[in-house]
């Protein structure tokens, strides 16, 4: 049986929710039984929310890197993550005030990973950026990603980066991908 984990949207009163489905293909097993796609709603993730891009914001410039190959060196696989999570949120017009960046409506806790509304620290929250999700289970997925070296190595380490709705400079994907599969 073959499974796909992605993250899906409905439309509930002109509002946009997030969730995490799996997808299964079903083999034809026995008489009677049908094979085909089956799919499984695993869990809620929340409201979506499109911040537009408002700053063109260099990487490079924003944290101060004059060598990327240093940048990369020096810098375990989380840091350099957690920078590219806080750049992207920064482009979005979110600001920092020490482990939280926020805009207008919604909190970034670089900690627990976790976007929750102004209003409500209950409300979960995603954010549909570039093209993808960014939430608490599209980061911690990036961070906790284990892959093998091999001929799909690079494609599933660029599809977590774009599932996350994370926009990596060339540069640095290719000194973190080269740092994580020596």
Known sequence: MFRLVFIRKKKIQNKEYAYIVENRWKKRVSKGSKKGARQKVKGYLGRVHRPEARQDVNFFSHFSIANVEDYIANN?????????????????????????LSNEDIFFDLDSNEFFAKDNKAKKIVLELNEGFMCKETIENLLNL????????????ANAFVEAGIAVPKEVFVGFFSKVFK
């Open 146 to 157: 284990k892959v093998r070296g091999g001929e799909d190595a690079g494609y599933k380490l």
């Open 76 to 100: 375990e696989k989380i840091t350099i993550i957690k920078d590219l999570v806080r750049f992207e949120l920064i482009r979005h017009g979110f600001e920092e005030a020490g482990k939280l």
